[in-house]
């Protein structure tokens, strides 16, 4: 039994070193093949950096492109400016709006007065009655006055003014006593006859 052993001892350590080169070969293939994994992961890693960095370089040009105003906007400065000058327009504009709203009452009110004349015609325009009708109603012997035409004057004015002051007149027979006359054409210094029979 001794022997047996001894040479299973004998023959294991004979075959010891063929095992431990081909263990040693496998060793050094597998460190061989992880160098090489490896090696391919650090290339990958390495192509991965490059990406990164050129993805960070875009991302940094795209917000710098964000960040800086283009010509087509304007600034706040710019904005403010406008804002004033707008303001200033519209000023302008009310002011020629009231401008030409008070010149149209002037003209409406110019035009009122050559229609309604007198004043006393119930809205309808009035004319001088015919020279032949005045002269026999008006009696140029009677006691009248006479009166100059003030700017702005209407018949209507002047009779109301007269009846005030206790000389009771009309416009109609104003234009008795004055054949021709046409209120729309009264001028400024033009004399008319006031009748003051009915004082």
Do not use: C, W
Not at 31 to 46: H, T, W
Not at 58 to 70: D, G, M, R, V
Not at 153 to 162: C, F, G, W
């Amino acid at each position: 039994m001794k022997r047996i052993s001894f040479f299973l001892a004998t023959a294991l350590l004979l075959a010891a070193p063929v095992i431990a080169p081909a263990q040693d070969a496998a060793m050094e293939e597998r460190l061989n093949q992880l160098s090489a994994q490896i090696d391919v992961l650090k290339e990958a890693k390495e192509l991965q950096n490059k990406k990164i960095e050129a993805l960070e370089k875009t991302i940094s040009e795209l917000q710098a492109q964000a960040n800086t105003p283009k010509g087509d906007y304007a600034s706040a400065e710019d904005v403010k400016q406008l804002g004033n000058q707008l303001a200033d327009k519209i000023k302008e504009v009310d002011k020629k709006r009231q401008a030409d709203s008070e010149n149209v009452a002037d003209q409406l009110d110019k035009i009122r007065k050559a229609v309604v004349g007198g004043g006393s015609s119930g809205g309808r325009r009035t004319s001088a009655p015919p020279s032949t009708d005045n002269s026999k109603t008006f009696d140029a012997t009677a006691p009248h006055m006479e009166y100059k035409v003030q700017s702005g004057d209407r018949l209507a004015d002047i009779a109301k003014a007269y009846t005030d002051k206790g000389v009771k007149v009309t416009v109609q027979q104003i234009l008795a006593a004055n054949p021709g006359l046409v209120p729309e054409k009264m001028k400024t210094g033009q004399t008319i006859i006031i009748p003051s029979s009915g004082r």
